[in-house]
């Protein structure tokens, strides 16, 4: 919910309303970040690094830890090489989206658990 509220605030550019926005002045205006973005993906990455000690501080199942450890390296990947490449714009547009629909996802669970089936099933 966190990193929804942060992406809304920072799509304030209008990247959502005018698609060509996302490349405007790329590559020379995409190397300079707001501060505030900067820390959006250096918070990601760290929380995604945070992952591996807490399989072992946590004593992760055997059986759980390979999907763990392949979800944390595909996003610390996607986040690094589009921090990188100067891909931040579509990096944000990304997982506002991905976030978006994990918020879903659990908010469905929590419904789910709550005895809130009918709901919870879009019915």
């Known amino acids: 919910a966190a990193n929804l509220l942060w992406e809304s605030f920072e799509m304030e550019g209008g990247y959502l309303k005018f698609l060509s926005a996302l490349w405007a002045g790329y590559p020379e205006q995409h190397s300079m970040m707001p501060w505030s973005l900067k820390l959006f993906y250096i918070l990601n990455i760290a929380y995604w690094v945070h992952v591996f000690p807490?399989?072992?501080l946590t004593k992760t199942k055997k059986e759980d830890m390979p999907a763990k450890i392949q979800?944390?390296?595909l996003y610390l990947i996607t986040i690094i090489a589009g921090y990188a490449m100067h891909y931040q714009r579509i990096l944000l547009i990304l997982l506002s989206l991905h976030y978006l629909v994990e918020g879903v996802f659990h908010l469905a669970r929590i419904l789910y658990f709550v005895d809130k089936n009918q709901i919870?099933?879009?019915g």
Do not use: M, R
């Open 54 to 56: 807490e399989l072992y």
């Open 71 to 73: 979800t944390a390296v």
């Open 120 to 122: 919870a099933q879009g």
